[in-house]
């Protein structure tokens, strides 16, 4: 209400305002609340039609959850009479809109519906905080004058704080629910990670993954491919999904759960490549991929049969002669081209005491405070210093080395490795 002007508001209007004020402070769904503002509005202005339409502080628009009769609606604050009365936070009665420049006639041309007057009124909450606008249309006297405005500049008063109330819950709901959400997926990803690698004789295993949001787009799995076999082939999976967190975290969980069921039909390597790569061209968006390596150790022969499709660097130390070899990938990624080429790769041969690395980027590209990367030398030169510990030693050596050189730099891709090691 205006300072100054005499109230002018009935009390049959007076005892719905204070009847919808005492309705507002219940908590409901908000588009209850917004259809109760309209029921109001129209009951206590006199109007045929109404609309609140809330501010998008981040795109600059007001848009329409409720408008009686109509889809929702976005406009720029920059145009028509809502926006004008958000930028300015001034209420705004029009007596002929089609007369007024500021009035947009196509909402009109594309519902079929005439509007003659209107009044708009700013939703100004708690810290002078802009909430939204309340658009009432076609007076039912022909038009709205100061005793409509004062109603409305009460309700509004009223509406605005309840409104920014339930939109804090209702955001706080959804954030709660994307946690727990978020928690559920997290918690099954986790528990599709081995616990313990299965034992390979002649050889150490060791592994790690830390995703860099609560779920991660990397995963890693050892498969014993015959458990009556003591000396049984064993497939190394390592499997990087493009990005990080819940959409790359069902891609490589999907991915995992494909390789083991095409495992059980005893389809062989090549095979399960072609295979898993038709099934995520179908399944993966354009923008998609999944970098994996794929190998079978025999402890028997101690060759390593592997594909790496996109996925490198990869580091095979050579004990015997203390030398740090680096693999670059032998195919393109998977999920990218329908006919994946499949070179035959010479077995990688571990003698006595090698070592096999393998990173996904998130290592090879983590970045201190500096944007300086922790690289592949790094990585080299450690694995060189530390190569006759055990792969559990390395492997905490290399987090730690990692931990210091990103000092306080946030983690910003997932963490995942596999070591391989042949006792010496």
Sequence with gaps: MRA????????SSLILILD??????????LTELLELIIKTGREVIGADRGSVFLYDEEAKELYSRVA?????????????????????????????????PRFNQEIDRRTGY???SLITVPLIGLDDKLVGVLQMLNSKADHFGPDERDVAELLAAQAAVAVQRTLLLEERMIKLKL??????ARDIQQNILLRRLPRCPGYSLSAFSKPADDTGGDIYDVIRLDERVDMSP???????????????ALSVTQFRAMLRIGLRLSADMDALMHHVNQQLIEDLPNDRFITAFLGILDPTTHQLRFHAAGQGPLLHYRAAEGQVVWRDPSTVPLGMFKDLDLPPMPPLVMAPGDLLVLLTDGFYE????????????????????????????????LLAEVRRFAGSAKQIDDLTALLVKRDA
């Design 234 to 248: 064993m497939l190394l999976l390592l499997a990087d999904a493009a990005g990080h967190g819940i959409g790359p």
């Design 68 to 100: 009686t009769g109509e889809a929702q609606i976005r406009v720029s604050i920059d145009k028509g009479i809502a926006g004008e009365c958000a930028r300015k936070r001034q209420t705004i009665l029009v007596d002929d809109c089609y007369s007024d």
């Design 366 to 397: 983590y970045q201190d405070a500096a944007g300086q990367v922790f690289g592949k030398e790094r990585v080299g030169d450690l694995i060189h210093r530390l190569h006759a510990r055990p792969t559990s030693d390395i492997l905490g050596a």
């Design 4 to 11: 100054g002007t005499p109230s002018l508001i009935d009390a």
């Design 20 to 29: 919808v004020s005492r309705k507002l402070a219940a908590p409901c769904d």
């Design 114 to 116: 005439h509007t003659k």
């Design 179 to 184: 946690e727990h959400d978020l928690t559920i």
